[in-house]
């Protein structure tokens, strides 16, 4: 069995790679999980948990048969990639599985690079924030070469995902599904950021309102409305964010370019993303993307913060 490689480990990627390496470890015929991150401090669960970090991407990638990554946006992938591909490293055969947001055209790129040194390319994006992922309950969508998403699959499927989503053998589908995806992600917190708004301005309540969020509009919707009301929409300063807002205004911007080129309107996720760039004029970087929230609620006459986020 070939050793697997994991590089990227923030706020999805550590959660992820944990539940890789608790699979690893139960199945005692694989070897541990080789782990890289430009933060390699991040990892230390990971060794806790008798993974092993390398801090050279290089040469996790010469000891591994599949490499998974899982970084901010396409300028860290292609670098990352790049890397490797410029070097006279043997790739033959290897399978590299990004779970990144990126463009589809960074997909194709990437996909083309590593075919030509006789390596698979997979996009397998995901969907579910960070405690989605804890539960290893992503939904993947999986997107590459037949004959490596088949070896790929059983890495993923009820290890860190519910479901796995096959967009067939074109890699730069999964990619499009994914930002396609957002724009619904985007546009629910607008949506449950104006509701929670309005309870509290009308004096509903927010408990009220996040009662029937959970009840009526599901599960997800209510984890949007729990990270305003909890506070998680602007943390401490000192924390990362769940889905920090510069991640979703990348992924807007994705769909923003695509929806250009083959002339259809997205104006909700205009409102939207206007609103998180506003926030993060505001408040900085160390913001959620259902930081919109703060945004609406000046606009409502009352402070970005609430009781239970940072003050300032
Ligand atoms: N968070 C979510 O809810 C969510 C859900 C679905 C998909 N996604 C997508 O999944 C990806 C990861 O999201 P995340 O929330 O885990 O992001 P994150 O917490 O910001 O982590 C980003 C990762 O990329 C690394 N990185 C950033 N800049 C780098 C650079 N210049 N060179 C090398 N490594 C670099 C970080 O390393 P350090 O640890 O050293 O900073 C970290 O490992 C993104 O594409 C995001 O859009 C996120």
């Given at each position: 069995m070939t050793r697997i490689g994991w590089y990227g480990l923030g706020s999805m990627g550590l959660a992820m790679a944990t539940n890789l390496q608790k699979h690893l470890a139960k199945k005692s015929i694989l070897s541990s999980l080789l782990y890289s991150n430009r933060t390699m401090t991040r990892g230390d669960p990971l060794r806790a948990l008798g993974g092993t970090p390398e801090t050279s991407f290089s040469k996790l990638v010469s000891e591994c048969g599949i490499i998974f990554t899982m970084v901010s946006n396409d300028t860290v992938l292609q670098d990352l990639i790049t890397s490797v591909t410029d070097s006279n490293q043997s790739l033959k055969d290897k399978i590299f599985?990004?779970?990144?947001?990126?463009?589809?055209?960074?997909?194709?790129?990437?996909?083309?690079?590593?075919k030509e040194k006789q390596a698979?390319?997979?996009?397998?994006?995901?969907?579910?924030?960070?405690?989605?992922?804890?539960?290893?309950?992503?939904?993947?969508?999986?997107?590459?070469?037949?004959?490596?998403s088949d070896i790929v699959k059983p890495l993923i499927q009820d290890v860190m995902g519910r479901k796995v989503i096959d967009c067939g053998e074109d890699a730069k589908k999964s990619a499009l599904l994914k930002i396609a995806g957002n724009i619904i992600t985007v546009n629910l917190m607008e949506a449950v950021g104006e509701a929670q708004v309005f309870a509290e301005k009308t004096c509903l309540g927010t408990g009220a309102m996040e009662e029937l969020i959970g009840e009526a509009f599901g599960p997800v919707a209510g984890g949007y409305s729990k990270r305003l009301t909890t506070g998680a929409y602007a943390p401490p300063l000192d924390s990362r964010p769940g889905f920090g807002v510069s991640l979703a205004i990348k992924d807007a911007n994705h769909a923003f370019a695509m929806a250009k080129e083959s002339n259809a309107e997205l104006p909700g996720l205009k409102v939207a993303t206007d609103n998180m760039v506003a926030a993060r004029k505001y408040a900085g970087e160390c913001l959620d993307s259902s930081s919109m929230y703060g945004v609406l609620r000046q606009k409502a006459g009352l402070e970005f913060w609430n009781e239970k986020s940072r003050q300032g």
């Open positions: 599985v990004d779970c990144s947001t990126v463009h589809p055209e960074t997909v194709g790129l990437t996909a083309a690079k590593l698979d390319f997979l996009a397998a994006p995901v969907f579910g924030g960070n405690p989605i992922a804890v539960d290893g309950k992503l939904v993947f969508a999986i997107g590459g070469p037949k004959r490596a």
